[in-house]
C-alpha cells in the first residue's frame, strides 16, 4: 500500500485543473483563450485547450510550455503551468513571451486516457501519413496476445512473449508506437488527430513572429521518482549542448535517431512535428519527463487499459490507477515538480535573452 502524502492543493480532476489554471491567469492579468473540443468529458462538461500568452505581444523570444499530451499526465502539467503563470506574471519579461498551451488533450485529461479520443498516442501522431510508416514488429507479434478475449490466455500469450524475447522488446511492442492496430496499443493514427491540429493552429496564430523558440513538452511516468530526465528533441552542436547543459544540468539527453539511450527509434513526437512547423530562426525541442513508478507497471496498466476498451468491463479502478501512475498522491512529488519546470522555464529564457543581447544582468 502506497503511503500517501497529499493536502488537496493540487488539481484533482480536468476540471478542477482547468478552474485552477484560469484562475491564477485571471488574478495575474494573463490573457487566455479557448478552443473547444468536439466532445464532452464524462460528466458531461465542456473539454478545451486554453491558452495564455504572458509578456510582449511582440517579443522575440518565446518559451512555449505544453501540458497533457498524454492525457493523465496532465494534472500535473497542469500544476506546473499554474505555478509558472503566478510566479512569471509578476516579473517583467524582457524582450520575451511564454505561451502556455494547457491540456492539449484535453479529452484524454478528463477520461484518464494516454490517447485520444481516437485511440491515437499523440506523442506518435505528429508524421507525415502520404510517407511510408514505420513498421513495429514486436508489435505485430504482440498484437494477437493483446486481443485475446479469453484473461487467463491472453496473460499467457503476454508472458511467453516476455520470456521469449525479453522486456526490452515488450516495452518496444507497446511505446515505440505502430500504425497498424487503430483499437491498440501506441497507435499513432492515420491522420493528423483534433489535439494535433489544434497544436499547429495555436502555432501559426502565437509563434509566427518569434525569432527563436524553447518548446518544452511536460511528461510524467518514466525515470526516477520526481526527477526530470530533459531529451533535446534532435542532435544540437557539441558547444551549445555544453550551454544548455550547464543550465540545465549535465544529464540532459540529445536525442536523435542515433541516440544510445532509447532501445527503439521514435517517430511522431510532438516536440519535433511543433518544432517543424514553427518558422523561427532557432527552435530548442525539450521534452521533460519526471519520473513515477516503475515501468513494469505502466506496461501492464497499458494493456488492461486497450482490454477494457475492447472488451468492457469496471473502468473505475484501471482509470484511477493510471491516474494515480502518472501523477502520485503525493505533495512532494508535485512540488519537486513544479519548481523544477519553473526552474527550466526561468533558465531557458536567461539563455534566450541572453543570446538575443538582451541585458538580464
Ligand atoms: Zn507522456
Known sequence: MRQRFSNGDYPRDYEDARKRFLAACSVNDIVTDRIVHPLAGPNGETLSTDVAWLGSATARHLVIVISGTHGPEGLMGSACQTRIASALAAKGLV??????????????????????????????????????????????????????????????????????????????????????????????????????????????????????????DLHSGIGPYGHATLLHMGAMPEARAARLRSLLGPGVIMFDDDSPHMPYPLSGDLCRGAAQQLKARSVIPLLAEFGTYEEEVLLALQVEDCRLQEFGGVAEDVRRRLQDFFYPDDDDWKDLVCLRSLQIVRRMLYMRQRELGVDVG
Not at 163 to 185: H, T
Request: proline share 4%; charged share 25%; glycine share 6%.
Open 95 to 216: 524582450d520575451a513571451a511564454v505561451l502556455l498551451v494547457h491540456l492539449i488533450n484535453p479529452w484524454g485529461t478528463a477520461w484518464r486516457r494516454r490517447q485520444t479520443e481516437n485511440n491515437v498516442d499523440l506523442n506518435r501522431n505528429f508524421r507525415q501519413f502520404e510517407n511510408s510508416l514505420p513498421e513495429n514488429p514486436n508489435y505485430d507479434a504482440l498484437r494477437a496476445a493483446i486481443h485475446e478475449p479469453d484473461y487467463a490466455l491472453a496473460g499467457e500469450a503476454i508472458d511467453a512473449f516476455r520470456a521469449e524475447r525479453g522486456a526490452r522488446a515488450f516495452a518496444s511492442a507497446l511505446f515505440q508506437g505502430q500504425y497498424v492496430d487503430a483499437a491498440g496499443i501506441g497507435y499513432g493514427g492515420d491522420q493528423p488527430t483534433w489535439s494535433n491540429r489544434t497544436l499547429r493552429a495555436i502555432l501559426d496564430e502565437y509563434a509566427r513572429h518569434s525569432e527563436s523558440v524553447v518548446i518544452i
